[in-house]
């Protein structure tokens, strides 16, 4: 499985973030996070509960994700992406199947290492992949929410950031030929400077939040 992690010097003077191929156990689950059954989606956590200051984007650490999926022919596996909704900033992760579980795991080992602030909360639709948010909650304490049926527009920085990936993740690709070197290089590709950023790229902003996040947390 792909490991993600964003390290950053509590100095304030660097953040990296470094791609790496990690084999790890399967964690047991807490019994706190189990699904009840027949549970699926809350309807407390639906989009339209979502603070303003996420909705705003007036607030860092809150994340939407998705599924980038690929021609039936090549199988259940499939891409992760994320990206954080201030700095644009995005991470994508391979997975070899569909089920909730090894995606939640994906998501737990890419946003561990980051300090609380800075994965607030992450915005999903609700595909059969991210049933398993219970687990997530009960891992790292991010909260989640979920946009209304057949609605995935309402996270439309995640799907904007798939359109963008589409150019190297096309459906005819293999995804399980595609390598941690790959992963990263789409990250660089998709991290230009932005307009909306003050021509500055997610990389540079994400960095600027995330150690002011370590400074106030400190």
């Not at 191929?21 to 699926?40: E, F, L, V, Y």
């Not at 980051?114 to 891992?139: K, N």
């Not at 309402?154 to 589409?166: I, L, P």
Request: net charge positive; proline share 6%.
């Amino acid at each position: 499985d792909l490991q993600v992690r964003v390290f950053g010097r509590w100095s304030g003077d660097q953040v990296v973030a470094t791609f790496a191929r990690a084999s790890r156990p399967t964690p047991t689950t807490p019994c706190h996070a189990r699904r009840k059954h027949g549970q699926r989606f809350s309807p407390e956590l639906n989009i339209l509960r979502r603070p303003d200051t996420v909705a705003s984007r007036k607030q860092f650490g809150h994340w939407e994700c998705d599924l980038i999926q690929f021609r039936k022919k090549f199988g259940k596996a499939n891409v992760t992406s994320l990206v954080e909704r201030v700095s644009r900033f995005a991470i994508f992760l391979r997975n070899n199947d569909r089920q909730s579980r090894p995606v939640m795991d994906g998501l737990v080992q890419a946003l561990q290492a980051l300090p609380h602030l800075a994965r607030r909360s992450i915005t999903f639709d609700r595909g059969t992949e991210f049933t398993d948010w219970p687990y997530l909650q009960a891992s790292i304490g991010t909260q989640t929410w979920f946009c209304d049926p057949q609605s995935p527009w309402q996270k439309g920085t995640v799907e904007n950031t798939n359109r963008r990936a589409r150019k190297w993740l096309s459906r005819e690709v293999d995804p399980l030929s595609v390598t941690d070197a790959d992963l990263i290089e789409i990250c660089n590709r998709h991290g230009t400077p932005r307009k909306c950023l003050g021509y500055r790229t997610p990389a540079e902003v994400f960095r600027k939040k995330l150690l002011a996040q370590m400074r106030y947390a400190g």
